[in-house]
């Protein structure tokens, strides 16, 4: 069996949409590039990174537009979410499987606006740039992933059915991740101020970022879900950018405490 067959085995077949195919190339090429740029120490700048790497010398003294934390953040995650909320009325509901994609989009944006609301805590700033940035892309992804599966509609189911495992694995994700989120919240109002800590509890003993492993595992959920080209192209251009991110953060911890554990690893429990 060559690797077409395989892959046919576990994917329904490319749609016939330029905009389909040029989309899973430019998310995967775009995402993974930007892994590689947080490893090489050129960072999206938000959170922890915001100010890393900031030039003040000759006309980049002039400061750029920038919105608090949580407006950011809100900003960066309601296209997506309302995008998710729409293709239920703007889109015909072609069957269980467009239903759980739609569902799972809507859903883990709808966590993060949560998070964003109520439990993660700002006290830095985000550049208009980087919201406005993060936002296209979180919307053109989550409507591209829409509409490659609506043009699934009609076509044989693929051989091997992965749906089931993949609502477990999306399931196991959310959670996962906004459990961390949760810890890193409470590290954050420990002792009365807002100063970064190295973080305790759950996996964090093991890696830096279980947050990011478990959004990994979210999206492996999604992209099982929907069992098209697109999804699985995403998945993996996010997969490697937040492995690049998380070597980055592993690597902005051991330069701020000199208590750091080389044992704890960046995402990857005792691998990487």
């Avoid at 892959?7 to 040029?22: C, E, G, N, Q, R």
């Avoid at 190295?198 to 990994?216: A, K, S």
């Amino acid at each position: 069996m060559g690797l077409p067959e395989i892959l046919l085995s576990f994917l329904y077949p490319p749609p016939p949409s330029i905009f389909i195919s040029a989309m899973s190339v430019i998310s995967f090429a775009s995402l993974t590039n930007a892994g590689f740029q947080e490893i090489k120490g050129k960072h999206m700048r938000y959170s922890k990174f915001f100010n890393v790497g900031a030039s003040v010398t000759g006309d980049n003294k002039q400061k750029k537009a920038e919105f608090s934390g949580r407006t950011g953040m809100l900003i960066a995650y309601t296209p997506a979410f309302l995008a998710g909320v729409a293709s239920f009325a703007l889109v015909p509901l072609d069957g269980l499987r467009f239903t759980l994609l739609c569902s799972a989009l809507t859903i883990h944006f709808l966590k993060r606006l949560f998070e964003v609301l109520f439990v993660h805590k700002y006290s830095g700033v985000t550049e208009v740039e980087t919201a406005i940035t993060i936002s296209m892309s979180y919307f053109l992804s989550t409507a591209s992933m829409i509409y490659a599966q609506h043009l699934t509609s009609g076509l044989p189911e693929p051989p091997i059915d992965l749906k089931h495992f993949g609502i477990l694995l999306f399931v196991l994700g959310i959670s996962g991740n906004f459990y961390h989120h949760y810890l890193l919240s409470k590290l954050r109002t420990e002792g009365g101020d807002n100063k970064y800590k190295i973080p305790h509890g759950g996996l964090f003993d093991l890696v830096i970022c279980p947050h990011y492993l478990f959004e990994i595992l979210g999206f492996i959920g999604v992209s099982c879900i929907s069992q098209n080209l697109y999804a699985f192209s995403y998945t993996f251009g996010t997969m490697f950018y937040l492995l690049g991110r998380s070597y980055a953060t592993r690597r902005w911890y051991q330069s701020k405490f000199d208590n750091f554990s080389e044992n704890t690893k960046a995402v990857i429990p005792y691998i990487f």
